[in-house]
């Protein structure tokens, strides 16, 4: 694909849209130094910009791909079969965007345990729940709004992988979640390693074979840990939960590597490097 021209009028929506996250955060920082404490709101922050700054240099760096998939029927509002970047993000894309803020909200609890009885430590829980929530209106959105685009399927991508890192990080650092969970977000990267590994001993990577599984799991995950999360749900419950439900989903990480490389006899003609 050729690279086309960013519109200035996105160049500006993206500068609004990180006035908008850094304002956001600081004002829960200044939240958070009241009811907590100065060094707890300090904490927060530095952590929580760290993936608040990836999300908006992802944005930045990807705002070319503001367009329909090329192979778009051209329509109404597609009149050029998806060759033009679109002037705005759309409330979709904007829909997305506050889902990697949440779960940067989320990330900046790692290093900080509120009180039990305090409201903050209902937040990880919520933040991260609704950005799952989120994950499943703004497809919606972009579908009924015909503002289906390259750079939502990204962000969404990008944002799924984030929120199931961070998340679990904090509920491992708050001993809500064994550390044995973290296998699970782990699994992702070393599926592809091991793809891109398998490349470079000069095999081949097939296309991922359809599953009527690997949804509904990555649900069941999410849900597994925003549960886990809330303050209410003791660790002698959700430990157990949380090992029995890793259990499918690295099984149908470890199918999925063996199918793509051709060692489960299916075939693989095709280049292949994400998991969905």
Do not use: K
């Not at 965007?97 to 345990?113: D, E």
Request: net charge neutral; aromatic share 10%.
């Amino acid at each position: 694909m050729t690279a086309m021209e960013v519109p200035a009028t996105l160049e500006g929506r993206w500068w609004l849209t990180g006035a908008v996250a850094l304002l956001s955060a600081t004002l829960v920082a200044v939240a958070a130094a009241d009811a907590l404490s100065p060094a707890a709101a300090l904490l927060w922050l530095l952590v929580a910009s760290v993936p608040l700054g990836y999300t908006l240099w992802f944005l930045w760096r990807s705002l070319a791909l503001n367009h329909p998939p090329e192979s778009t029927t051209p329509t109404a509002t597609v009149p050029d079969g998806g060759t033009t970047v679109y002037p705005t993000l759309g409330l979709a894309n904007g829909i997305t965007l506050g889902r990697g803020w949440l779960y940067a909200g989320v990330a900046g609890f790692v290093l900080v345990t509120p009180p039990v009885d305090s409201v903050w430590r209902w937040l990880p829980a919520l933040w991260y729940g609704g950005g799952a929530a989120l994950d499943w209106v703004d497809g919606l959105v972009a579908r009924r709004s015909d503002r289906q685009t390259v750079l939502g399927e990204r962000l969404d991508l990008a944002f799924d992988t984030m929120g199931f890192l961070v998340a679990p990080v904090v509920a491992v650092a708050w001993g809500a979640l064994p550390v044995w969970y973290l296998s699970v977000s782990a699994a992702r990267y070393c599926y592809r390693f091991g793809c891109w590994l398998h490349e470079r001993r000069g095999g081949t990577v097939g296309d991922l074979p359809e599953s009527r599984l690997r949804r509904p799991l990555a649900g069941l995950q999410m849900a597994v840990v925003a549960l886990a999360l809330l303050p209410v749900v003791p660790p002698r419950l959700a430990w157990p939960a949380a090992t029995l439900a890793m259990a499918p989903s690295l099984a149908v990480f470890a199918r999925d590597y063996l199918v793509v490389t051709g060692r489960l006899g299916m075939p693989n003609a095709q280049d292949s490097t994400n998991q969905s």
